[in-house]
């Protein structure tokens, strides 16, 4: 059991980043693919992530392309989430670039006025807010049974806990940014400024990867943490931290694809929310300093998917062009 105590450890016997025990032979290709494929094979309900809950306002809308169709988002006069086709019914007007006044959007090409309710040809689509994410389901493109609700990770209480969402886009689809979390051995030797000390324990269960490892802080003071990564649906991977310091707290990795590019080759929407919490009562104080942490919170976040995009957008070249193996 790791010791909740003393949050920080000094690192000890360091080994050089060369000189750490390879993890190519525990990665098996085979392994991360069937644990791709179970995750594939989970419902989603047709729900995709438009981004951050916090980033739709009542004073302007919010656009965003997801699987190839338009969709703007915005909210009612009751500060309630809205989504609905992006564009106007009336000429095609990019809805994104409307003004919202007192939760009813309007056009700004001809003052079509929309409360959220179906008019003029334009009808909304279901849309969930669960206090950190936004939501909007599509079953013409989803094509499943459709579920009310996202199907949503076990997460800390809103309460007691500091969250924060980064967003970034990549030349891949969706299934490469679900395979990159799912291989949790790349951890210390991709991110070495982030990682030390990582072990993949035995599977216990197919369909969760538990991890040992230690979060760097500075010079050899690191963090050591058991973290646990599922797919509870195919375009989501989370890793919830069951022992050590920051325990019960998740972050949740969401793959949007948003259609192709101007060259045809797809583009897709990491979303990813970061959910802390701690059982020591100094964490009220960062609670209330959240809004400065949030900004450090998704640099980090942003530094790792710099280089996990590169990893993601990497595997879906040679799944293109035929040169992965296997």
Known sequence: MIRDRIPLTLRRGAVP???????????????????????????????????????????????????????????????????????????????KDAVVRCGTLRCHWHGLALNGAATAGWSPLPA????????????????????????LPARPAAGAAVTAVFTATGRCEPRDVVANRLDPWHGAWFHPYSFVDLTVEEPGDEDSFAVRVSFKVAGRMVVPVRAVFSAPEPRTVVMHITDGEGRGSAVETHATPLGPDDRGQPRTAVVEAVIATSARPGFAAARAAAPLLRPLMRAAAGRLWRDDLAYAERRWWLRSTGRFPG
């Open 17 to 95: 980043w060369d000189q750490q025990r390879p993890t190519w032979p525990d990665a098996r290709p085979a392994l991360i693919e069937a644990a791709l494929e179970r995750a594939e094979h989970r419902p989603s309900g047709n729900w995709y992530v438009l981004g951050a809950a916090s980033g739709i306002t009542a004073d302007r809308p919010f656009g965003r392309t997801v699987a190839g169709v338009e969709v703007v988002a915005w909210r009612d006069a009751a500060g309630r989430l809205v989504a609905g086709p992006g564009a106007c019914p009336h000429l095609g007007a990019p809805l």
């Open 128 to 151: 969930h807010d669960d206090g950190v994410l936004a939501w909007v389901r599509l079953d013409a493109v989803g094509g499943e049974e459709p579920l009310d609700r996202p199907v």
